[in-house]
């Protein structure tokens, strides 16, 4: 069973940088896609960026390319969101996500695991 657990979030200033982690604790031997969500109060969870399961290709929503960028550690279920230039319309939670979807996987529904969520609040 696949488990999800995102660290890294907090409060950063404008302009700042922050690096998500996320790790599955479940004994699982299957690679999966992988990708990062958010939400942000009174809004739709919304895609961020997606990876292949050999990392080789990744994808970005238009309000992130360019800033963040998402990797993975190898075929283990482990991957990452660098963030810079953080702007604060970026505070929202961030959720990891697994799944066998066909990339980018831009709906939340193409996803089948996730994590618990963690906060990132961007100070103007």
């Known amino acids: 069973q696949v488990q999800l657990v995102e660290s890294g979030g907090g409060l950063v200033p404008y302009g700042g940088s922050l690096r998500l982690s996320c790790a599955d604790s479940?004994?699982?031997?299957?690679?999966?896609?992988m990708g990062w969500f958010r939400q942000a109060p009174g809004k739709e969870r919304e895609f961020a960026a997606s990876?292949?399961?050999?990392?080789?290709?990744?994808y970005y929503a238009d309000s992130v390319r360019g800033r963040f960028t998402i990797s993975r550690d190898g075929s283990a279920n482990t991957v990452y969101l660098q963030m810079n230039s953080l702007k604060p319309e970026d505070t929202a939670i961030y959720y990891c996500?697994?799944?066998?979807?066909?990339?980018?996987?831009?709906?939340?529904?193409?996803?089948?695991?996730w994590g618990q969520g963690t906060q990132v609040t961007v100070s103007s």
């Open positions: 996500t697994a799944g066998a979807t066909v990339l980018p996987g831009t709906s939340a529904n193409y996803w089948d695991y």
């Open positions: 479940g004994r699982t031997d299957v690679t999966y896609q």
């Open positions: 990876i292949s399961q050999s990392g080789a290709t990744t």
